[in-house]
Nanobody, 123 residues
Framework: QVQLVESGGGLVQAGGSLRLSCAASGRTLGIETMGWFRQAPGKEREFVAA????????YYADSVKGRFTISRDNAKNRMYLQMNSLKPEDTAVYYC????????????????WGQGTQVTVSS
C-alpha cells in the first residue's frame, strides 16, 4: 500500500503562484510515475503533470505547459507542483497519484490517490 498526502492548496488571485506538495509513504518501491490530476466541479478528473519516480522524465498537459513545473525529492519521498501565472480555469481539487506504469497520463493507470487539496483562483 502507498499513502499519499497533499498540501499547499489555497485561494490566490489570477496571476499568482502556489506550490503543492505530495508526501508518499508505505510501499513506494513499485512506483514508476507520480502524477498530479485535477477535478473541477461537474467535470471529469484530468491529467495535469507527471514525473518519473526514478528518472527525470516529465510530462505536462498542454493547458499548463510553461506555467507549472513538477519536481520530486526522492530522499524525502515528496513530489511538488509549482504553479505560476494561475488562471481562474485552474480552479479545481488537485490530487496526487502514483502509478506502476512508466510515463502514464491515464487516470485509470494510477492506483493510489491522495485525498486532494483545493486550489481556487479568483479573477
Amino acid at each position: 500500500q502507498v499513502q499519499l498526502v497533499e498540501s499547499g492548496g489555497g485561494l490566490v488571485q489570477a496571476g499568482g503562484s502556489l506550490r503543492l506538495s505530495c508526501a508518499a509513504s508505505g510501499r513506494t518501491l513499485g512506483i514508476e510515475t507520480m502524477g498530479w490530476f485535477r477535478q473541477a466541479p461537474g467535470k471529469e478528473r484530468e491529467f495535469v503533470a507527471a514525473i518519473g519516480w526514478s528518472a527525470d522524465n516529465t510530462y505536462y498537459a498542454d493547458s499548463v505547459k510553461g506555467r507549472f513545473t513538477i519536481s520530486r525529492d526522492n530522499a524525502k519521498n515528496r513530489m511538488y507542483l509549482q504553479m505560476n501565472s494561475l488562471k481562474p480555469e485552474d480552479t479545481a481539487v488537485y490530487y496526487c497519484a502514483a502509478s506502476p506504469y512508466y510515463g502514464s497520463s491515464d487516470v485509470s493507470q494510477y492506483g493510489y490517490w491522495g485525498q486532494g487539496t483545493q486550489v481556487t483562483v479568483s479573477s
